[in-house]
């Protein structure tokens, strides 16, 4: 049974930071492309970041382009998101996703690309 674990949300004031992790378990981790989502409330679940399978290759969304770092231990099952210069409208839902090897069609900042998804983690970020 595949499990993705969020875990490092919390309260932060604009301009402060956050490092989300996820852990994975039931799956070879290493075999499959990550991606970070968000969702506001009253708003559809936004990508923000995606990163290939051994890393060497990441994705951003513009509105966080140059403020969050998507990365990845292999070793540890582990994906983080590390996220500066935060402000209120990142406030949100932050759910780490585990792609679908038969969903290629899709893009790496789809939804439609995910297969796994973990429970999420409260990003609040006060003005």
């Known amino acids: 049974q595949v499990q993705l674990v969020e875990s490092g949300g919390g309260l932060v004031q604009a301009g402060g930071s956050l490092r989300l992790s996820c852990a994975a378990s039931?799956?070879?981790?290493?075999?499959?492309?990550m991606g970070w989502f968000r969702q506001a409330p009253g708003k559809e679940r936004e990508f923000v970041a995606a990163i290939g399978w051994s890393g060497g290759s990441k994705w951003y969304a513009d509105s966080v382009q140059g403020r969050f770092t998507i990365s990845r231990d292999n070793a540890k099952n582990t994906v983080y998101l590390q996220m500066n210069s935060l402000k209120p409208e990142d406030t949100a839902v932050y759910y780490c996703?585990?792609?679908?090897?038969?969903?290629?069609?899709?893009?790496?900042?789809?939804?439609?690309?995910?297969?796994?998804w973990g429970q999420g983690t409260q990003v609040t970020v006060s003005s």
């Open positions: 039931g799956l070879t981790f290493s075999n499959y492309a």
């Open positions: 996703a585990a792609e679908d090897h038969l969903s290629t069609g899709w893009g790496l900042n789809s939804a439609a690309r995910y297969k796994y």
